[in-house]
């Protein structure tokens, strides 16, 4: 394996975003269409979902089940990790804001491939704790 490092950073970021080494990206967005340009300069591939961020758990999101995040999208995030993991160094995870949606993802990631995931849980991050259990429920079931 090759993959080292996971970073999260927010998506006003990314267009500004250059790194040596060779790098992919998970790109979180909450609209369709409205992922941020990157350089191509060292990323092998990109992911790209639209997700609320939200939790059913805690809110009303009658009428918004197919926004939200789910099975089918944790399963794309375990098959791009598979993908890439031995041909990147870096994994960029953004979201709108960096704070919710992308340390759940990257904190999900950083746990079943390091099992390490606390820096994702100290400030300035708040990690969407449903996102995150649905993305580990959904590798332990399916892909280790």
Request: proline letters at 6%; hydrophobic letters at 40%.
């Amino acid at each position: 394996m090759k993959l080292k490092e996971i970073i999260v950073l927010p998506k006003r970021a990314i267009p500004q975003l250059e790194s040596p080494l060779y790098w992919a990206m998970i790109s979180v967005v909450t609209l369709e269409n409205t992922w941020p340009e990157n350089s191509d300069q060292n990323c092998k591939k990109t992911l790209r979902l639209a997700f609320h961020d939200a939790d059913p758990n805690c809110f009303d999101t009658t009428g918004y089940e197919d926004e939200l995040f789910d099975e089918k999208r944790a399963n794309l995030i375990c098959d791009f990790v598979n993908e890439i993991k031995d041909e990147v160094d870096m994994l960029v995870v953004h979201c709108e804001a960096g704070v919710s949606r992308s340390p759940a993802i990257a904190g999900a990631i950083s746990k079943f491939m390091f099992d390490d995931d606390s820096k994702f849980f100290k400030s300035p991050y708040t990690p969407n704790m449903y996102v995150y259990r649905k993305l580990l429920e959904t590798y332990f079931k399916y892909h280790k």
